[in-house]
């Protein structure tokens, strides 16, 4: 079994039915690449199998304009665990990380902008300008944050203690609950140290309205509405929706090069993660095909994984599998009928996959023009390398953006999030033109004013999104040279993303931990024997961080171990 793989592009067909491999991927996302980069370090011989012809999934960079390399869904990076980056060298296999000073502007239509970073005394200038207050309690709310995100390490480096299912070794299960005895040990030692005030604290964050976490903390509605982005990104709920204030930590969770907090750009786009991942992955020897799609799980009549089914017919023998597509994907599509037990397929079937996310990458000829900066263009450019905020000037504003998709329709006034990574990554676009990302909220996957199958449709929220810039930047929309945009469903349909949701689910408290991806099933392992997920629908959740890939593999190596004990 621990035989050492290898990777060859030549004959890959042949070289995937002539063996049985110790472990097969689904998925060549940036989850499914780091689980084979790990599998292939503890000597299995592992392969990857990508539906698309570029490696990635939703961490990807594609040219589809030419001279213009877009990240085509996730277009920031700071939540890859640390972990990740060092025990995989992803430096030496070519990550470049470009941080971001500042990190945020947001533009107001009354002249007004209000720009947050690294900075303290940037961040204190600037708050100031709207409220003195508010100025003063910043650097005790990220302080807060940080505390909190430190007591969360743990959470997302660990597979959760779930208790183990069929385990017939008496030394085995004592095992298993000296492990979540320690598990459960350490987090109480990590919430005695933070102290009863931080841990009430923590819990009214965990299942307050991230609008009454803010509304505590600030008085400035700018400043709110912000901050409140961090809180509904990828989401189809509001600034009002219980529990959303969780999602505030992503404000402060990740970190770039050993800085809390700080997001960066990716060199090369964010389809570099996955290469460098993909790197690492075949320097340890892992096999990894692109254009091969999955169409079943094979199972052996015990109940036991034995492999896949290509769509061209081709088997290809396991005898363990991971998957990085969606839960959904994996369990309701890919399982043959009549395998797994009922109860797990309805919590499966009835997990919330909705979406209300859409992504636009335009090639522009220009930098956008915020008159309020009162800068020229060239000297603007430093204020812009960070996220722009469109149409968020209040968290009133952000509501009423959700309420039109909860009542099926495109928001009338979109909640946009605006990056522009060719000001710091010269490799992605022709000299002075640019690369532009836009995150869009809320768009409902079925809209029931019309069709995102429909073009002129399509075109006309388009030109909606691009005539909100225009109000903050004018002839913003005179600059698109061209776009790519995906809706809900185009992010199914081409990246695999069940309901078009980023998360592969969603990241309410009711799906996470161990709710993740359902009860009883949070530690990657299924009810079919040698079968895992490993992707972002498992704990700790969504966003390019890697931990469920890492986790997995090693749970994996974990109980191969196990079995030959």
């Not at 011989?45 to 990240?71: M, Y």
């Not at 920031?76 to 070519?94: C, M, N, T």
């Not at 007004?112 to 508010?134: A, H, T, V």
């Not at 220009?366 to 800068?375: N, Q, R, T, Y």
Request: net charge neutral; aromatic share 8%.
């Amino acid at each position: 079994m621990w035989r050492r793989s290898f990777s060859s592009a030549a004959g890959s067909a042949a070289v995937l039915k002539n063996q049985k491999w110790d472990a097969l991927v689904i998925g060549g996302g940036h989850n499914g690449l780091t689980a084979a980069a790990y599998l292939a370090r503890g000597g299995l011989s592992v392969a990857v199998l990508e539906r698309r012809h570029v490696l990635g999934g939703a961490a990807v960079t594609e040219e589809l304009i030419p001279g213009f390399k877009f990240s085509r869904c996730s277009y920031l990076q700071s939540l890859l665990r640390p972990s990740v980056i060092k025990e995989l060298e992803l430096a030496r296999h070519g990550l470049k990380l470009l941080k971001r000073n500042p990190s945020s502007f947001t533009p107001c239509l009354d002249g007004r902008y209000l720009l947050l970073g690294p900075n303290k005394d940037l961040n204190y200038s600037e708050i100031s300008k709207f409220s003195k207050r508010d100025a003063d309690a910043y650097p005790r709310y990220e302080a807060q944050l940080e505390r909190f995100c430190k007591f969360m390490d743990l959470l997302l480096d660990s597979p959760t203690p779930e208790i183990l299912h069929d385990i017939s070794s008496l030394k085995h299960r004592l095992g298993d609950k000296l492990k979540n005895s320690t598990f459960w040990a350490k987090c109480l030692r990590s919430a005695l140290s933070l102290g009863q005030k931080d841990m009430v604290d923590f819990m009214d964050l965990l299942f307050s309205p991230s609008s009454k976490v803010l509304n505590n903390w600030f008085e400035g509605d700018v400043l709110k509405a912000t901050l409140a982005t961090d809180a509904i990104i990828g989401t189809v709920g509001s600034v009002h929706t219980p529990g959303s204030g969780y999602v505030l930590l992503h404000h402060v969770m990740g970190e770039t090069d050993g800085d809390r907090g700080i997001w960066s750009y990716v060199e090369g786009g964010m389809g570099s993660v996955s290469m460098a991942i993909s790197n690492a992955a075949r320097e340890a020897g892992a096999h990894i095909i692109t254009n091969a799609e999955v169409s079943e799980l094979m199972v052996e009549d015990s109940g036991r994984v034995k492999g896949v089914r290509l769509a061209d017919g081709t088997c290809v023998q396991a005898s363990t599998v991971l998957s990085n597509a969606t839960p959904y994907k994996t369990f309701m599509e890919l399982m043959p009928p009549d395998i797994l037990p009922d109860e797990f397929l309805r919590a499966i079937k009835h997990v919330d996959y909705r979406s209300a996310t859409t992504k636009i990458n335009l090639a522009v000829d220009k930098i956008p023009h915020f008159p309020c900066c009162k800068l020229s263009p060239s000297e603007a450019e430093h204020q812009l390398v960070g996220t722009i905020h469109i149409g968020a000037e209040s968290m009133e504003e952000i509501d009423l953006a959700c309420q039109d998709a909860l009542n099926g329709l495109p928001s009338r006034r979109p909640i946009i999030e605006m990056t522009i990574p060719s000001i710091l990554d010269r490799t992605i676009s022709p000299p002075g033109k640019h690369v532009i990302n836009l995150f869009i909220q809320y768009t409902p996957y079925k809209p029931s004013d019309g069709s995102w199958e429909d073009p002129v449709y399509r075109e006309s929220f388009a030109q909606r999104c691009f005539a909100l810039i225009d109000e903050y930047a004018p002839q913003f929309s005179s600059s698109v040279i061209g776009y790519d945009m995906l809706t809900p469903p185009d992010l199914e349909r081409e990246i695999g993303l069940t309901g078009g949701n980023i998360f592969h689910g969603a990241m309410g408290l009711d799906s996470l931990f161990l709710l993740r991806p359902v009860k009883g099933w949070s530690n990657y392992r299924s009810p079919v024997k040698g079968l895992y997920l490993c992707g972002s629908g498992a704990h700790p959740g969504g966003g390019v961080m890697g931990a469920p890939g890492r986790n997995a593999a090693n749970l994996v190596l974990q109980d191969l171990n196990r079995q030959l004990k």
